[in-house]
T-cell receptor
Framework: EAGVVQSPRYKIIEKKQPVAFWCNPISGHNTLYWYRQNLGQGPELLIRYENEEAVDDSQLPKDRFSAERLKGVDSTLKIQPAELGDSAVYLC????????????FGEGSRLTVL | KQEVTQIPAALSVPEGENLVLNCSFTDSAIYNLQWFRQDPGKGLTSLLLIQSSQREQTSGRLNASLDKSSGRSTLYIAASQPGDSATYLCAVGGGADGLTFGKGTHLIIQP
């Protein structure tokens, strides 16, 4: 069974440029998460989807970040414009079930903003 | 707001030793607790999931316990091997708040 797939694995951009990350969750997993992980820290939740509905986006910086989950499957996280402080690893995870399901993570997308 | 603390932040032990990683959390109203492993430059690999009604889970040489009332969990690794070297993350599931992570324990197993 395929795991959570993310792309790109690495992205280097200059500040003020846009960037987008894509995630394909495990088949059948209705809950999808985007996390951000800074160096030496644990991941922090940005947004959580139940099917195609964003049910928790309180930590998403809405002035520059946006996300969507098409047809309740794939998801895209966009940053526009990027700032130096956005350099981090962006992790996508999925689970079956809303609160009690085991989370499975992708390899992450490492963003460097110059 | 849930806070998760992992102690120690780093640990280096000789191969073959049994070891314990600690995780504490401030709000005992949790749905579950999950332990992950993260290798450098990689994503998180799920090791064990303990539901709030459970006391422990075992997988191979790993055993995780959960004491909700005291806000603590431990991850026990038996007969450590160099391949166990990684960062171990504890995450607490609070329902609508999703998972809250600790900063991790960086583990080095010396050959």
């Amino acid at each position: 069974e395929a795991g959570v797939v993310q792309s790109p694995r690495y992205k280097i951009i200059e500040k003020k440029q846009p960037v987008a990350f894509w995630c394909n969750p495990i088949s059948g997993h209705n809950t999808l998460y985007w996390y951000r992980q800074n160096l030496g820290q644990g991941p922090e939740l940005l947004i959580r989807y139940e099917n195609e509905e964003a049910v928790d986006d309180s930590q998403l910086p809405k002035d520059r970040f946006s996300a969507e989950r098409l047809k309740g499957v794939d998801s895209t996280l966009k940053i526009q414009p990027a700032e130096l402080g956005d350099s981090a690893v962006y992790l996508c995870a999925s689970s079956f079930g809303q609160y009690t399901g085991e989370l499975f993570f992708g390899e992450g997308s490492r963003l460097t903003v110059l | 707001k849930q806070e998760v603390t992992q102690i120690p932040a780093a640990l280096s032990v000789p191969e073959g030793e049994n070891l314990v990683l600690n995780c504490s959390f401030t709000d005992s109203a949790i749905y579950n607790l999950q332990w992950f492993r993260q290798d450098p430059g990689k994503g998180l690999t799920s090791l064990l999931l303990i539901q709030s009604s459970q006391r422990e889970q075992t997988s191979g040489r790993l055993n995780a316990s959960l004491d909700k009332s005291s806000g603590r969990s431990t991850l026990y690794i038996a007969a450590s091997q160099p391949g166990d070297s990684a960062t171990y993350l504890c995450a607490v599931g609070g329902g609508a708040d999703g998972l809250t992570f600790g900063k991790g324990t960086h583990l080095i197993i010396q050959p």
